[in-house]
C-alpha cells in the first residue's frame, strides 16, 4: 500500500506519471527524447532555422523591450538566445536536451555571442533562479508553455512569479486554437491520458492564465518567407505580457 502524497510537488508529479511516456517531453526524464529529436539537424523543422522570432524582433524594434537580464525557457538550437544576446542582453538560455544545447553552442561560438549567453541542461521546474542571478527582466518562451498538461500551468506561473522582475517582461509563442494544438477540454487530457501533441489556446484563455500580468500584446504570429531574416509561423499566437512594479 502506497500513500506518496503529502505537498504539492507530489501531487504535481504524480498527475505527470498519468501521461507517460508523453511525460518525458517536459520532465527530466525527457532528455533522451529531445536529444533524439534534435540528433538529425537536415531534418525539415521549421524551429532548426537560425533565425529569430519575429515578434521577438519587432518588440525589440519598437522599444518594446530593452536590453537587460533574459531567462529563455526551452531554448533549443539557440536561435532566439543569440538573438537577444546581440541586442545586448544577458541571456541565461535553458533546455532539457543536451544535444540541442551543444548545436546552440556551436551557434554562439560562430556568432562571437558566447560570452553574453550561459546554457543550462535544466528541467524548468527544477530551476533556481536565485542560483541563476535572477530575476530577470525578460523571460521568454518559443513553443514550450504548449507542451505542458494543464497542471503544470500551476508550476509555470510560479516560475514567472519567481522569475521576473517588477516591470518585467513575459513573452511566449504557442499553438493558436483553430490552427494548431489540440482542442479538449482540460479535464479530456486527463480522461485519454494524452496530450495530443500539444494544447491549443484561445486569445481569451491566455489573458486568463496570465492574469496576473498586465498584457501588452497578444496577436498571431505573422507568417514568414522563407527569404525573411525571421522565423515567423501564423499558427501561432505572439504574447507580451508585463508584470506591474509594486506600489
Known amino acids: 500500500m502506497d500513500r506518496d502524497i503529502r505537498t504539492v510537488d507530489d501531487v504535481l508529479r504524480l498527475m505527470d506519471g498519468l501521461f507517460a511516456p508523453e511525460a518525458d517531453r517536459w520532465t527530466a526524464d525527457g532528455a533522451d527524447w529531445w536529444d533524439g529529436f534534435y540528433a538529425d539537424r537536415s531534418r525539415q523543422v521549421p524551429f532548426f532555422v537560425a533565425k529569430p522570432d519575429e515578434n521577438l524582433v519587432s518588440c525589440t524594434e519598437r522599444g518594446l523591450l530593452t536590453a537587460g537580464r533574459a531567462l529563455e525557457l526551452g531554448c533549443g538550437p539557440g536561435r532566439n538566445a543569440l538573438h537577444l544576446a546581440r541586442l545586448g542582453f544577458e541571456v541565461d538560455a535553458v533546455d532539457l536536451s543536451a544535444t540541442a544545447l551543444a548545436w546552440a553552442g556551436e551557434r554562439a561560438r560562430e556568432a562571437g555571442a558566447e560570452g553574453r549567453i550561459r546554457f543550462h541542461h535544466e528541467d524548468i521546474f527544477a530551476l533556481s533562479v536565485a542560483a541563476l542571478g535572477g530575476p530577470y527582466d525578460l523571460v521568454y518562451d518559443s513553443g ?9 500551468r500551476v508550476s509555470y506561473l510560479a516560475l514567472l512569479e519567481s522569475a521576473l522582475v517588477p516591470g518585467g517582461h513575459f513573452a511566449l509563442t504557442c499553438f493558436a486554437a483553430g490552427q494548431m ?10 480522461r485519454d491520458s494524452r496530450l495530443h501533441g500539444g494544447l491549443a489556446y484561445t486569445a481569451e484563455s491566455l489573458r486568463w492564465i496570465f492574469s496576473d500580468l498586465a498584457p501588452v500584446e497578444l496577436r498571431r504570429m505573422r507568417d514568414e518567407p522563407p527569404e525573411s531574416p525571421c522565423f515567423g509561423e501564423s499558427f501561432l499566437w505572439a504574447g507580451l505580457f508585463r508584470r506591474e512594479a509594486r506600489a
Open 181 to 190: 494544438g489540440s482542442e479538449l477540454s482540460d479535464a479530456d487530457f486527463y
Open 144 to 152: 514550450c508553455f504548449h507542451h505542458l498538461p494543464p497542471h503544470r
